[in-house]
């Protein structure tokens, strides 16, 4: 049971690169969140999926699409970096409302 | 717009003391107050949580305090430990957004030997 797992640990691109990052969870959770962290300014929810087949954006969506793919799986895709993308990104799901979120072990992303 | 101020920024403590953080928040409607705790390098990960029908809740060293009228809460950490340093995180989300949380910046909790 490997909870909520995310690829790649570290990414350094170029401006106007693209990439995507992947979340996986194995708890059959139907809720899957994706959120930045920037010092000094906490968490911030950039997408959200509340069951398979929806998708909403939150506080953040802008540079920014996602795709849940299946219930396990939650993409994030950046079209065309920019250096205020840089940050540590975290993937995180949840089983119900109001429930305890699992987050992963964060993306370490360097726009250039 | 930040809905859920935390302070402080940072905080260091006496191994034995008590670590206090404060959060507050504007959106009445809130109804889920958790607390998560990050160590360098990890992901967040729950640690307490209270609902507005009760003004307290402990968990070991852990006490949330709630206060709807003042639209505040806070963590305390009894008997402080230096495992205990690390990030703390208050939230706050509403049954009708879903499980959607709003963070509150974070305080970096240091407790000295």
């Known amino acids: 049971n490997a909870g909520v797992t995310q690829t790649p640990k570290f990414q350094v691109l170029k401006t106007g690169q693209s990439m995507t990052l992947q979340c996986a969870q194995d708890?059959?959770?139907?809720?899957m969140y994706w959120y930045r962290q920037d010092p000094g300014m906490g968490l911030r929810l950039i997408y959200y999926s509340a069951s398979e087949g929806t998708t909403d954006k939150g506080e953040v969506p802008n540079g920014y699409n996602v795709s849940r793919l299946n219930k396990r799986e939650f993409s994030l895709r950046l079209e065309s970096a920019a250096p205020s993308q840089t940050s540590v990104y975290f993937c995180a799901s949840t089983r119900t409302v109001q429930e305890t979120q699992y987050f992963g072990p964060g993306t370490r992303l360097l726009v250039l | 717009q930040q809905q859920v101020k935390q302070s402080p920024q940072s905080l260091i403590v006496q191994k034995g003391g008590i670590s206090i953080i404060n959060c507050a928040y504007e959106?009445?409607?809130?109804?889920?107050f958790p607390w998560y705790q990050q160590f360098p390098g990890k992901g967040p990960a729950l640690l307490i949580a209270?609902?507005?029908?009760?003004s307290e809740k402990k968990e070991g060293r852990f006490t949330i305090s709630f206060n709807k009228s003042a639209k505040q809460f806070s963590l305390h950490i009894m008997d402080s430990q230096p495992g205990d340093s690390a990030t703390y995180f208050c939230?706050?989300?509403?049954?009708?957004?879903?499980?959607?949380?709003?963070f509150g910046e974070g305080t970096q909790l240091t407790v000295n030997p």
């Open positions: 209270i609902r507005p029908d009760v």
């Open positions: 939230a706050a989300s509403k049954k009708t957004s879903g499980s959607r949380l709003t």
């Open positions: 959106n009445t409607a809130f109804d889920y």
């Open positions: 708890m059959n959770h139907n809720s």
